[in-house]
């Protein structure tokens, strides 16, 4: 979880949200960073380490990239007037040349776009770090499994050893 001040917010440089089960599910290829267009009481849930990108996806409408399905609750300070919808769709900012590249590959190679990670960098600003993937295989996923666990047996014979 994320590292929290003493008046419960996030630091910089330190993850809000991590989407592990895409790292099972799908063969990471290409990482992008993007920017969020959040209102404010959003950022404040943010700093509280308030969200769950792990039902979230990332696709194109129109000439845009947008996350859907992002559930960030609402912030319970402020009043009921300021509250924003918690999945509501949310604007990536990427740039041109991004966008069209991330377009390209899911319409014509088959690829998808996953939310991998949501963080403030080292100035302060939300981020999303996204993800261009193809699906794996239940074959893929038991081989992935495997691995997993021989590591894990491999560390416990090399603890016992030493």
Sequence with gaps: MAKKNKTGMISTNTTVA???????????E????AGLQLTGTEVKSLR???????ESYVGPKGNEIFLFNANI????????HLQHEPTRI??????RREINRLIGAVSRE?????PTRLYFNARGVAKLEIALAKGKKQHDKRET????????QKQRIMK???
């Excluded at 949310?90 to 740039?95: D, E, G, P, Q, V």
Aim: aromatic share 12%; net charge positive; charged share 25%.
């Design 18 to 28: 991590d989407n592990r089960r895409a790292r099972f599910d799908y063969q990471l």
């Design 30 to 33: 290409e990482t992008f960073e």
């Design 48 to 54: 509280l380490g308030q969200c769950s990108i792990n």
């Design 73 to 80: 609750p609402e912030y319970q300070q402020a009043g009921h």
């Design 90 to 95: 949310r604007k990536l900012l990427l740039s």
């Design 110 to 114: 088959g690829y998808t776009i996953i």
């Design 145 to 152: 499994i495997k691995q997993r666990d021989w590591g894990r």
């Design 160 to 162: 016992n050893n030493t």
